[in-house]
């Protein structure tokens, strides 16, 4: 998987594609605890949205299963939502279920919804300020998702339009 990483045996190689450059955090998402056999996902997480979140993947978005261990290439720090928050309002997405991991080793929480960067931003504040909080974040990360900017963006065009 040298290829993905930009990262050859005889060092610093150009990417094959336009989306993924050597820093961007990589997850390699695996079928078995312990980061075992080969990984059943690669996921770019600086190129990923969802429906209520940028920078983060929803397995359930994307009708996927067999997500247990995780493994960071790159540097920051990631964090596994027990539930499917990038695609669905939960009172809580369970963060503390799913914990937070970096490039040191394997992450098995054994399960999870949305893989997230500690950066990442929700639709949702709590949401926001629950990763917030797992990340030891001072502020929580509360953005517009894309659905909710165009609403916006139809919304002022035509108030713009009257006014004029």
Known sequence: FWLALADGPDGPATTTTSTTSYSDPIVLVYAEHGCVGPAVYEINLAHQRAAKCSTCFDRCE??????????????????????????????????????????????????????????????????????????????????????CFKRLSVALLALCMNIV
């Open 62 to 147: 994307r009708n996927l299963e067999g997500l247990i261990s995780y493994r960071l290439i790159g540097s920051g720090r990631a964090a596994i939502a027990w539930n499917c928050v990038g695609m669905s309002d939960y009172n809580n997405a369970g963060f503390e279920r799913g914990g937070i991991f970096d490039s040191s080793g394997c992450h098995s929480p054994g399960g999870g919804g949305t893989v997230v960067l500690c950066s990442s931003s929700f639709e949702k504040a709590s949401t926001a300020v629950e990763l917030a909080e797992m990340c030891n974040l001072t502020f929580p990360n509360i953005g517009v998702s894309l659905s």
